[in-house]
């Protein structure tokens, strides 16, 4: 399984962006995609997950300002962030997880400043 993130980018506060992921291999019913992020001197944290059959899950503190969907056809998954704030500021990562394994995309920079 791989996976391909789109590229992150650059909004001032109140903006909003939105990634892409990809996977390619066999995607089974079972996966959840998820996005994590993270910033500079910081662990990784879980930023919204999404099952195959739609249930999700946010971090408190996107809830309300990010939107996570997913295309089963296509295998990918979306992360719409809006209202953006400098805290956002990370390095965001897509990762899939089936039959107890993970696999994660590449990292994408968002940075949120005026």
């Known amino acids: 399984v791989q996976l391909q993130a789109s590229e992150g980018g650059s909004v001032q506060p109140g903006g909003s962006l939105r990634l892409s992921c990809a996977a390619s291999g066999t995607i089974f019913s079972t996966s959840v995609m998820s996005w994590h992020r993270q910033a500079p001197g910081k662990q990784r944290d879980l930023v919204a997950a999404i099952t195959n059959g739609g249930t999700t899950n946010y971090a408190d503190s996107v809830k309300g300002r990010f939107t996570i969907s997913r295309d089963n056809a296509k295998n990918t998954v979306v992360l719409q962030m809006n209202n953006l704030k400098p805290e956002d500021t990370a390095v965001y990562f897509c990762?899939?997880?089936?039959?107890?394994?993970?696999?994660w995309g590449q990292g994408t920079q968002v940075t949120v400043s005026s």
């Open positions: 990762r899939i997880t089936q039959w107890g394994r993970d696999y």
